[in-house]
Nanobody, 125 residues
Framework: QVQLVESGGGLVRAGGSLRLSCAAS????????VAWFRQAPGKEREFVAA????????SHADSVKGRFLISREYAKNTVYLQMSNLKPEDTGIYYC??????????????????WGQGTQITVSS
């Protein structure tokens, strides 16, 4: 079992920065791929970024590439999403999720077994 708790959301102006944290419980957390997804009002939940279990590999959606950076700190069982140059279209609820699926499927929402409760990001223009 893995429990995930997100933090770091809030209100920010366009062009600003935020860092989200996803703190996990569970001794085997380091064996999970962890990803961030987001859901804007009236839209489907979409992939944002993922970080590998022990490979250091990362993947970022084209819409955030060059602006967002996912990382993980094994000693703290925490995954981060550093977001910069935020845009109003980045507004939404951000969720972290964990899976043991193979790397080629990490962008698929259906592959994730564990989800956090989400944290709201609002970017004003």
């Amino acid at each position: 079992q893995v429990q995930l708790v997100e933090s770091g959301g809030g209100l920010v102006r366009a062009g600003g920065s935020l860092r989200l944290s996803c703190a996990a419980s569970g001794r085997t957390f380091s064996t999970y791929v962890v990803a961030w997804f987001r859901q804007a009002p009236g839209k489907e939940r979409e992939f944002v970024a993922a970080v590998g279990a022990d490979t250091g590999m990362t993947s970022h959606a084209d819409s955030v590439k060059g602006r967002f950076l996912i990382s993980r700190e094994y000693a703290k069982n925490t995954v981060y999403l550093q977001m910069s140059n935020l845009k109003p279209e980045d507004t939404g609820i951000y969720y972290c999720a964990a899976t043991t699926t193979r790397w080629g499927l990490v962008r698929l929402l259906s592959q994730y077994d564990y989800w956090g409760q989400g944290t709201q990001i609002t970017v004003s223009s």
